[in-house]
């Protein structure tokens, strides 16, 4: 079983910038792909990005390429998200989440983890 937890959440201006943070424990990270989910009040959970077990590939949601950046450090159990461009409707509770299955070819499902979350408000 694995335990996420997230960090660098916080209040910004629209324009600015955050970076997130999730550290992981409890089985092999290296193994796993992971990515980051945020939900809205009222809203349901979307994914954001994503970034497989080797950091080869990533994946973004239309509303977040080009300002996002995932990445991962195997070394250190650790997955970042930068984000950039802030913007109003960035605002949400995100969420770190990890892959079920080892390896898996797929890297925008088979979600199984999910951290607490880190809360993110952009002012406009």
């Known amino acids: 079983q694995v335990q996420l937890v997230e960090s660098g959440g916080g209040l910004v201006q629209a324009g600015g910038s955050l970076r997130l943070s999730c550290a992981a424990s409890g089985r092999t990270f290296s193994r796993y792909g992971m990515g980051w989910f945020r939900q809205a009040p009222g809203r349901e959970r979307d994914l954001v990005a994503t970034?497989?077990?080797?950091?080869?590939?990533?994946w973004y949601s239309n509303s977040v390429k080009g300002r996002f950046t995932i990445s991962r450090d195997n070394a250190k159990n650790a997955m970042s998200l930068q984000m950039n461009s802030l913007k109003f409707e960035d605002t949400a509770l995100y969420s770190c989440?990890?892959?079920?299955?080892?390896?898996?070819?797929?890297?925008?499902?088979?979600?199984?983890?999910w951290g607490q979350g880190t809360q993110v408000t952009v002012s406009s």
């Open positions: 970034i497989s077990w080797n950091g080869a590939k990533t």
């Open positions: 989440a990890a892959q079920k299955t080892p390896y898996y070819n797929d890297i925008i499902s088979n979600f199984g983890s």
